[in-house]
């Protein structure tokens, strides 16, 4: 792939007194009205600090949640301890306009989330022109969402001269890194929902030493074997004459932590009972990991190893555990994925965190983002 080199907003020679729109990844976890993990919101700090010093007058944008009710209020909070941002409980109209016109040089507003207004998911040229006309200068920082051809993302670009932040170009130039590894190399994919994987494993079984499937995406690999799975998550995928199941640098966990009627209990793949559902891999699965891991260069994992949030969060953490010793160069991303390395204290011991997971698999996939093309085609 070639890498292509993207608009910076470093490049804009003159930002003082200019309104510029950005686009940011502030979807965030919140529990009770409070931000519970703040990784995403520091990322996004880098360009707005940096549009705050050029004298810039700053609105931010993004969406929180699936829900279109969700309200990014609680990220205000966050932003306002940090760079003062101010509140504007709309996304578009006269009250947003009213905002933005009374912001001075170096000060920061963040608008309500996009997917209140149903024209951001629509793709609607007609919200993206209210939100450009907010503005002079859009800066897309927000490469987590940028998969998605939304308003905010694709149609906005057409209509302000645009540029991409600095978290943006950074994980740009740290998951194309991913996409040429060096040898030995380890690709590792858990989580859920194999039909939408299905093209990215079979690209990476090509390009990668070794590929590891975890997770639920195992399971749908022992059904196509003939394991019982039991009860166990599977995709409505069926994977019977793929070459997936023939290839030799592609290996699932030996052994599985099940959960049933008589219990918790760690069995061979092969050996789940009709009542029971697999939740995590095995301590042995990691374990024959351990070499391949230590003698890899580069190491790229997205997904967790088991039903992390339910508890089965074992083999997961002892995976982050091994990466994090090994001396590979290790990029890492996925929401729960992140989660757990931080909730183990090791993300120093990683050479890139994502904050994207969906995103990061469509750019490992393609090489580059439905936004990425829109700014591009200006
Ligand atoms: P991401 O959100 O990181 O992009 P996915 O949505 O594909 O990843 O999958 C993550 C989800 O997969 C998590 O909710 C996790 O609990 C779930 N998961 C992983 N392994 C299992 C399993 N064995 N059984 C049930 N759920 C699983
Ligand atoms: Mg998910």
């Not at 009860?231 to 994977?239: M, P, Q, R, Y």
């Not at 966990?253 to 009542?275: E, H, I």
Request: proline share 4%.
């Amino acid at each position: 792939m070639s890498k292509k080199a993207l608009p910076n907003i470093k490049d804009v020679s003159d930002l003082t007194g200019k309104t510029v729109l950005v686009r940011a990844s502030l979807n965030v976890p919140v529990k009770d009205g409070v931000v519970t993990n703040t990784f995403r919101i520091k990322r996004a700090l880098l360009t707005i600090n940096y549009l705050r010093r050029q004298g810039a007058k700053v609105v931010v944008i993004g969406h929180i949640g699936r829900d279109s009710e969700e309200t990014l209020r609680p990220v205000q909070q966050e932003l306002e301890k940090v760079v003062g941002a101010r509140w504007c409980p709309a996304v578009v109209g006269q009250d947003v306009a009213g905002s933005v016109a009374q912001l001075q040089a170096g000060e920061v507003l963040l608008l309500e989330n996009l997917r209140q207004d149903a024209r951001e998911k629509a793709n609607d040229a007609d919200f993206a022109k209210e939100l450009a006309s907010l503005a002079d200068i859009y800066v897309n920082d927000a490469f987590a969402a940028s998969h998605r051809t939304h308003a905010s993302l694709v149609k906005v670009p057409e209509y302000l001269p645009s540029y991409f932040g600095f978290n943006f170009l950074h994980e740009y130039e740290e998951l194309a890194k991913a996409i040429e590894p060096s040898e030995p190399s380890l690709f590792i994919l858990g989580g859920a929902k194999f039909e939408t994987k299905l093209p990215l494993v079979s690209r990476y079984a090509d390009t990668y030493t070794t590929v590891v499937i975890g997770g639920a995406l195992a399971n749908d690999i022992y059904k196509a074997r003939g394991y019982f799975v039991g009860t166990s998550l599977v995709s409505d995928i069926d994977l019977r004459n793929n070459d997936i199941l023939t290839r030799k640098n592609i290996i699932v966990p030996a052994d599985v932590v099940v959960d049933g009627p008589s219990g918790k209990r760690t069995v061979a793949a092969n050996a789940v009972l009709a009542d029971e559902s697999i939740l995590d891999a095995g301590p042995a699965s990691v374990r024959d990991l351990l070499d391949t891991i230590a003698k890899a260069k580069t190491i790229l994992w997205n997904g967790p190893l088991g039903n992390f949030e339910a508890g089965f969060a074992e083999q997961t953490e002892a995976l982050a555990r091994a990466i994090a010793t090994s001396s590979a160069y290790s990029i890492v991303g996925g929401g729960d994925t992140i989660a757990a390395i931080e909730s183990l204290g090791l993300e120093e011991q990683f050479s890139f965190m994502s904050t994207a997971g969906g995103a990061m698999l469509t750019f490992l996939e393609f090489g580059t983002l439905p936004a990425i093309e829109a700014v591009l085609r200006k």
